[in-house]
């Protein structure tokens, strides 16, 4: 009887494994410190995205299949954040009208700390605009965490290989 047991419990972790999948996204073009993504997400959901890693800061937009808005991340590795607390943080791109959200803390799947905040289908086609035409994004934490200053030379180049990639999204 052990020994069945032991084969039943090795074809529930392979059927475990195999539905909870992994993560595949693959690099379709990079400018500057930006870089554009596809592939799917860890459930297997479709994802699209843009992002930079400067040093130790990391920073994310990325569209789901299925969903009417962007999540936008951002990480740095020097963060001491608990899960789910609460971060006010503005946003402004040059001399545009400042962007509020607030974001939530969590963990990213290699353990450095992150926060995460939706931007809504209503705003999507200004906030993509400004991103996309700036050349300074300024984020502000509320005093809770040291501002950034991103450059944004590479972002104009990444909108075509996105839109393409979420046309593409099931």
């Known amino acids: ?55 130790n800061r990391y920073f994310g937009l990325k569209q789901f299949a299925g969903q009417n808005s962007f999540d936008i991340q951002m990480s740095e590795k020097t963060w001491q954040l608990a899960k789910d607390q609460k971060v006010g943080l503005t946003l402004q791109y040059d001399t545009q009208p400042t962007w509020r959200a607030t974001a939530t803390a969590f963990r990213f799947d290699d353990g450095d700390p992150g926060i995460e905040f939706a931007i809504n289908r209503s705003e999507l086609d200004r906030f993509r605009r400004e991103f996309r035409d700036s050349s300074l994004m300024l ?24 839109e393409n990639c979420i046309r593409s999204l099931k």
């Open 1 to 55: 009887m052990g020994r069945l047991h032991a084969v039943a419990a090795s074809l529930l972790a392979v059927c475990l494994h195999a539905s909870i999948g992994h993560a595949e996204t693959k690099v379709i073009a990079t400018a500057g410190s930006w870089q554009a993504f596809g592939g799917t997400a860890r459930d297997g959901t479709g994802v699209c995205g843009i992002s930079a890693e400067i040093g």
């Open 139 to 162: 984020i502000r934490f509320g005093g809770l965490l040291p501002e950034w200053r991103l450059g944004l030379e590479g972002t104009s180049a990444m909108n075509g290989p996105l």
